[in-house]
């Protein structure tokens, strides 16, 4: 069953393989938040993927894990 709700998105700014941020929110929240790292954060990779329906990823990942995880997300 799937409810009204937009699914919440997960926001990671990365320095190298160490996580220095992350932001969980709805959709709109999200990309807001990615932005203003870009802008604050311009060279370093930020990434924004959709949360399982759990609501939690189980670890800190890496950004090549979470490119991925975004690639096969429905």
């Known amino acids: ?10 926001v990671r700014v990365w320095f190298g393989q160490y996580q220095i941020s992350d ?31 759990g609501g939690h990823q189980e670890s800190a990942g890496s950004p090549a894990s979470d490119r991925s995880r975004a690639l096969f997300s429905t």
């Open 23 to 53: 932001y969980i929110g709805e959709p709109a929240y999200a990309d807001r938040y990615e932005a203003a790292m870009r802008r604050r954060f311009p060279g370093l990779e930020i990434t924004n993927i959709p949360l399982r329906s």
């Open 1 to 10: 069953m799937k409810s009204g709700r937009s699914p919440r998105r997960r």
